[in-house]
């Protein structure tokens, strides 16, 4: 398995810290052959202290990241293989010194990813029928790998399927099958939507609707055709507008590919694009109609102009990949320099919107005409869907069990939605447009009973998905989306504190476990913080006492280990019931 590296060299979150480069927090450029001998002297590391890592001999490790820190130390994140086959959950991250010497491991399989055997008892056909069956769609090929998610190794089939009744719009699955019993180990959606299928049938059932208030905009001075007074070169890079549906008239940087016509695509951000699916469930960027104008100006802040959503998504899509640049350096959503994609328009009467991996891009329905009225393209959701996109590239955290209906549990899921409302909101304060005022809220411009999906400073609020503020084992077998609170709450009281405090034209009041009092140390440290931990110190079952020991280390990079933020994030992480203490109690 080829695996391309991303190497990041940036600020990482670390502009205005004590570790900080000085005047612009970023790390210098890593030559290439400076980046192979991090990733040879890793490998070699995991292999010379196997009892810390879990490598054997059959293992080879594929470096996906090479993440060098300003302050010298040297992370590199691997994909495995043993004796040939992928691993899933085999995922390791490997921490050099700035000499390279090792100084520990984050690892996603506490135990040996050897099987017992290496030899199916099921074809491939086999597998591909009992995947096609389980997902209710087409199957494409089986390849064997090693499933290593569990507690034990087991040998099995990964299987996509495509066109699968079982997920939303008919998008694909994977589908992991034992190789030797036909079991189905897991059936996962590759989109992954904002709305889970428990919390829609929540709605239909109190019979309420998601209608979010939208206007149209005056009509800004838009760029049109002009005589020229001298030759023009196309296509050229101009500033356009888009007139939206949520966020009134919006700048935007748009491509003029001859003198009236206008293509919304952004050259100054690797190009990155929102396509028109026209009603289909594509999975292939490629396929979406090109949205263009015959002037610089996009949309008429109406839904029946095709064009408005996708001034949202377009503009939304930009204001998150300049939160990630402008914070920690990163180079679109894999840091790789690569566009951020997105089509609107999406299936047939979807009210849902997806991060995608199979096509590395966002997906947008336009509402399922009854319960949801509106396309999904506020700006807080898209900026909570390419995070799962970062989360993808990086920790690629899962969940650990999907339910027939599509819902999925434990928590390195719930972690992964946490983070992508975590981040999610920084967007909002990063665009701070005065048509969404930034907040610590989900989701709360879209027209719900209850005025927001999720909070993050007091999370059981929310009444539809039944968020949860603490930490308990039962959190273990707790939807994701509701199992989230417990460290959506955590980043809140490391950012702003706990009790009640105005910020904006919102008022919170965040409770802890025992009743104590926290002072926060600021949304700016608290971002870089979980941002730092993500990157390099968690993997794809990262749980929440692992995210409390990941944050830690991270808040020692930054701040060092005797420090105030050190000492508030273990604080934090204690007022929602995560402790060293009762770590032991916690399932994986």
Not at 69 to 78: L, Q, T
Not at 342 to 367: E, I, Q, R, S
Not at 387 to 392: A, E, I, K, M
Not at 494 to 505: C, D, H, P, Y
Request: contains cysteine.
């Amino acid at each position: 398995m080829a695996v391309a590296v991303a190497v990041t060299t940036a600020a990482t979150g670390l502009a205005g810290t004590a570790l900080a480069q000085p005047a612009t927090g970023k790390a210098h450029t890593s030559p290439a052959a400076d980046t192979a001998s991090i990733v040879t002297a890793a490998r070699a590391a995991a292999f010379a202290h196997a009892t810390a890592t879990g490598v054997s001999p059959d293992d080879r490790l594929q470096a996906r990241d090479v993440m060098i820190d300003p302050e010298g130390a040297r992370h590199v994140r691997f994909a495995r293989t043993h004796a040939g086959l992928a691993v899933l959950g085999g995922d390791l991250v490997v921490h050099l010194s700035r000499r390279l010497t090792y100084t520990g491991v984050t690892r996603a399989a506490d135990h040996t990813v050897a099987p017992a055997t290496t030899t199916a008892t099921l074809t491939p056909a086999q597998a591909e029928r009992k995947a096609a069956l389980a997902a209710h769609g087409d199957a494409g090929t089986a390849h064997l790998v090693v499933d290593a998610r569990s507690t034990t190794a087991t040998l099995a089939y990964q299987v996509t399927v495509a066109d699968s009744a079982t997920s939303e719009g008919t998008g694909s699955r994977t589908v992991v099958v034992d190789a030797r019993t036909g079991t189905i180990l897991s059936s996962m959606p590759d989109a992954d939507g904002f709305l889970s299928p428990k919390l829609l049938d929540t709605l239909r059932e109190r019979g309420e609707t998601m209608d979010p208030a939208t206007g149209t905009a005056p009509s800004p001075a838009a760029l049109s055709a002009a005589p020229a007074a001298a030759a023009v070169r196309y296509p050229k890079t101009v500033t356009g507008s888009g007139r939206s549906l949520f966020l009134g008239t919006v700048g935007l940087t748009v491509s003029q590919t001859a003198r009236t016509s206008f293509l919304l695509k952004d050259p100054t951000r690797y190009g990155t694009e929102t396509r028109d699916a026209k009603g289909s469930s594509t999975e292939n960027f490629a396929t979406g109609k090109k949205i263009t104008s015959t002037t610089s100006t996009f949309g008429n802040g109406a839904t029946g102009n095709r064009a408005s959503a996708a001034a949202d998504a377009q503009f939304g899509i930009t204001k998150t990949l300049d939160f990630y640049k402008k914070t920690f350096g990163r180079k679109g959503i894999a840091n790789t320099s690569k566009p951020a994609q997105a089509m609107v328009h999406w299936g047939n009467k979807v009210g849902n919107a997806f991060w995608d991996p199979t096509c590395g891009c966002m997906l947008y329905g336009d509402g399922d005409g009854g319960t949801f009225k509106k396309p999904l393209v506020v700006l807080d959701v898209t900026g909570h869907e390419l995070t799962h996109g970062v989360v993808d590239a990086t920790a690629k955290l899962e969940p650990t069990f999907t339910d027939v209906a599509g819902n999925q549990y434990g928590e390195p899921g719930a972690l992964n939605e946490s983070l992508a409302d975590i981040f999610g909101s920084n967007v909002e304060f990063s665009a701070n447009n005065a048509k969404n005022p930034p907040n610590y809220l989900i989701g709360e411009k879209l027209g719900l009973a209850q005025t927001f999906l999720r909070r993050l400073d007091h999370p059981s609020l929310d009444k539809l998905e039944g968020t949860v503020d603490y930490w308990s084992p039962a959190t273990y077998a707790a939807e994701v989306h509701a199992g989230s609170g417990v460290s959506s709450h955590a980043y809140y009281l490391l950012a702003e504190g706990s009790g009640r405090k105005k910020i904006g034209a919102t008022t919170y009041d965040s409770p802890t476990y025992d009743g104590s009092t926290l002072k926060g140390i600021g949304r700016t440290k608290a971002t870089a913080i979980f941002y730092r931990a993500l990157t390099r110190y968690m993997v794809s079952t990262t749980d929440f006492h692992g995210a409390r020991t990941a944050t830690l280390k991270a808040a020692k990079d930054l701040y060092g280990a005797t420090s105030t933020e050190y000492r508030t994030v273990d604080r934090a992480w204690a007022d929602v019931n995560v402790t060293q203490a009762n770590a032991s109690t916690a399932r994986h």
